[in-house]
């Protein structure tokens, strides 16, 4: 089997490189019958965008948000029409603390100044792209709720404040079980954060 990786020259390409993350996924659900897409959407819209693109009958999409004491924080303002579209189309848009990097690794490295083991490897990944992270992260973050099975093959999709650059396909698991978690293709990035 071959595959290939976009990489993006920009990250400042916002709704260019949404489109064709969302076009690669589509196309990787359709050839290898990958059943479950996670993908990072703080105001609903890039859920919403995956949502009007993809098979919902086949695929089980979930959009994951970070936890609503985080929305003021980073200045984020739900989209009440992509909300609603998301609930009319039977997909979650899940709320929930940063599985590498909010609730108690930010408090500790607040109070304490020092990095918690969940930041280091937060960071790691960023060596990456901040999209990588933020893919495992909500990976890990579906498990977690229960919206996706751990263990099995999915693709997940991150970014940088807005829109989606990053897709990966990956072997799933809640951030328990952070290390069992395997990324098996990057299938999208930016050359540059």
């Not at 999209?131 to 909500?138: F, S, T, Y």
């Not at 990976?139 to 990966?168: E, K, R, W, Y």
């Given at each position: 089997m071959e595959d290939r990786c976009v990489y993006f020259e920009t990250i400042e390409t916002r709704a260019e490189n949404t489109a064709q993350c969302l076009q690669i996924v589509k196309e990787v659900c359709d050839r290898d019958g990958i059943e479950h897409v996670i993908v990072a959407s703080n105001t609903g819209r890039t859920a919403a965008q995956f949502a009007r693109g993809l098979d919902l009958e086949r695929v089980n999409l979930v959009g994951i948000k970070m936890a609503a004491s985080r929305d003021a924080v980073y200045k984020i303002e739900p989209d009440e029409q992509a909300y609603a579209y998301l609930k009319q189309a039977g997909v979650p848009l899940v709320g929930g603390v940063h599985a590498l990097t909010g609730g108690v690794p930010t408090a500790v490295a607040a109070k304490f100044q020092g990095a918690p083991p969940s930041v280091l490897i937060a960071h790691t990944l960023y060596m990456f792209c901040?999209?990588?992270?933020?893919?495992?992260?909500?990976?890990?973050?579906?498990?977690?709720?229960?919206?996706?099975?751990?263990?099995?093959?999915?693709?997940?999709?991150?970014?940088?404040?807005?829109?989606?650059?990053?897709?990966?396909?990956?072997?799933?698991?809640?951030?328990?079980?952070?290390f069992d978690v395997k990324i098996l293709k990057v299938l999208a990035k930016p050359l540059q954060d």
């Open positions: 901040q999209g990588m992270k933020v893919a495992v992260e909500v990976a890990c973050m579906a498990c977690d709720h229960g919206f996706v099975p751990t263990g099995v093959q999915a693709l997940a999709c991150g970014g940088n404040s807005s829109g989606t650059n990053t897709v990966i396909l990956l072997k799933t698991g809640g951030s328990a079980e952070l």
